[in-house]
DNA sequence: TCATTTGTCTGACTTAAGTCAGGTAAATTG
DNA sequence: CAATTTACCTGACTTAAGTCAGACAAATGA
């Protein structure tokens, strides 16, 4: 047998443990060890005390602290006492060391950029490396509060919004819909939580409160390449325990036929179906929680 | 910007570098350095001799001998001199090696049918892999003359009918065709070329001869995972070369409008369009090249 | 046939990586 | 406030990995 789903998943292992290996290659071309390296690459990403790298990069504490006095006797990173705690140090690039940063960053920029200019259909390449990723991923996925405006929530809210167009006979406009206030949606009003695996936004979800003990769920979004792994349970499931935390008492929903499987999650996670209890024009399913 | 290709690419390859570092762990609980295992492993995969070993696995001479010796110690593998070669060694696993190699081939093996269980669609996760394992490894892909009758042929030759009865209106049944008989595709009337890439079969072409001076182009078949890397062109000039040099001057193929890109193929690589050389009812192209 | 090349092995290195047992100073806790 | 914990550092290790210069025997070529 050659095409067995085991023999192509090792297949598909093997290639990329290959462009792994080069990556690394090319990474001790700048004459670094690949320990110092990674330290460096990860101060550069921001994490700055520490005690966050030692568990981020799993290092042993005389290790790191080595890897450390190296970098810094390179004039690459500084260290200097944490203001909150002077036991801890807090890493910082020179700008040498961001100069060195950038140059490591280069490295797997043109690396990927390589490869995907090459391929005939990089979105398709893409599209493939999230849904991998995200399979990969899905035990690191964290769920964070943000507030509704950043980048990575608009990011989620606009993908939400392209696809109640895409799903909608009717076709979705924002301007038409209840849509909520940002400021419903932090607290103490209300939050929003995201998705994030490796730092990728995949999906959303948000609590729009009043200060009353009443208030809605909006925008659960999942990123296509991570439906199917639960993530809307988990995500619904940190709503409404932040909602609690927040004063709320029950949680209302609207949504729509064109949407089975939300409205399949919330029939089995303890919601019941009430009556309409809005005229937004677009939803035709409202459920109720008491938490 | 969170969504930019090159972030997502590097996400993909954060996640699938977490995944390889954990296989290296696990296969460490075997209480084995892993330069033994991958010594071991690439034995079991069918590297026999030291010399090859050598080069799959970029080790040097000295080391890999070491490597070598400590498995023999272990009584997991035997040199013995290659009967061609009195210098050369040739590696082969004990009945305790092969267990122990059964063992390292089940950690890779649970972990991948572990994901793969647990994620909704694996057909989809499967053809992500593929696509990007045939992107990765397209410099790594080789072209090899086959029986048309070995179970690789096979699978292309399969798959080929198979995509024929789905692109060409008609439907297509390989008894109603000229279907090459095996023997007019092997040396020295003919031959069978298969693309591998980490010896997953990816593509293939056939030269079907009669001993005459003039043969046919048959089954070009390319995986759709491997498609626009430049792969059916590879295979042709390859299929060119081989029928050259089995005294073939002359070289014809029909193929049939619904498959546009080879066509085109033919059309900018040398080949003229001809009359109908044959009654077969699927073609509706015909062409020729003098080699 | 004899010089050269090739395939493997050995011994003597270096280096990166990682482990572990203290040590110091700051923070926390009862 | 004293005892304990925490955060980081240091020194003394071990181990895997890899390099390099020969050594030897078999194969090859003029």
């Known amino acids: 047998m050659t095409h067995d789903p085991i023999s192509r998943f090792r297949r598909f292992a093997r290639s990329v443990t290959t462009e792994v290996g080069a990556l690394d290659e090319s990474f001790l071309g700048r004459g670094r060890s690949l320990g110092a390296a990674r330290v460096l690459n990860a101060i550069g990403h921001g994490h700055a005390d520490v005690a966050d790298l030692r568990t981020y990069l799993n290092l042993d504490s005389g290790l790191l602290s080595r890897l450390l006095r190296q970098l810094e006797g390179e004039d690459l990173i500084t260290l200097s006492p944490s203001p909150t705690d002077a036991r801890a140090r807090i890493a910082a690039l020179t700008l040498a060391g ?6 490591y960053e280069e ?23 999230d849904l991998i ?11 964070e509060e943000r507030d509704p405006r950043d980048p990575q929530s608009l990011f989620c809210l606009n993908e939400y919004y392209a696809e109640l167009g895409r799903r909608l006979r009717t076709g979705f406009d924002v301007n038409l819909s209840c ?9 103490p009003r209300g939050a929003f939580l995201v998705a994030l695996s490796d730092g990728m936004p995949i999906g959303c979800v948000g609590v729009k409160g009043s200060g009353a003990p009443i208030a809605e769920i909006k925008r659960l979004w999942i990123a296509p390449s991570a439906r199917g792994l639960g993530m809307a349970k988990r995500l619904m499931t940190a ?11 029950t949680l209302r929903l609207d949504t729509n036929s064109a949407l ?23 939803p035709d399913f409202f459920f109720e929680k008491t938490l």
């Open 239 to 249: 709503a409404e325990t932040r909602a609690k935390a927040l004063g709320i008492q």
């Open 179 to 187: 849509d909520p206030q940002a400021t419903d949606m932090i607290p």
């Open 260 to 282: 089975p499987e939300a409205i399949r999650l919330y029939q089995t996670t303890g919601w019941t179906e009430i009556d309409r209890f809005n005229d937004d024009p677009y």
């Open 98 to 103: 961001k100069a060195e940063f950038t140059a």
């Open 133 to 143: 990723a995200s399979a990969l991923g899905q035990d690191r996925t964290v769920i």
């Open 107 to 129: 490295i797997s920029n043109t690396r990927a950029a390589n490869l995907l200019d090459r391929h005939p259909h990089p979105e398709a390449l893409l599209a493939a490396m």
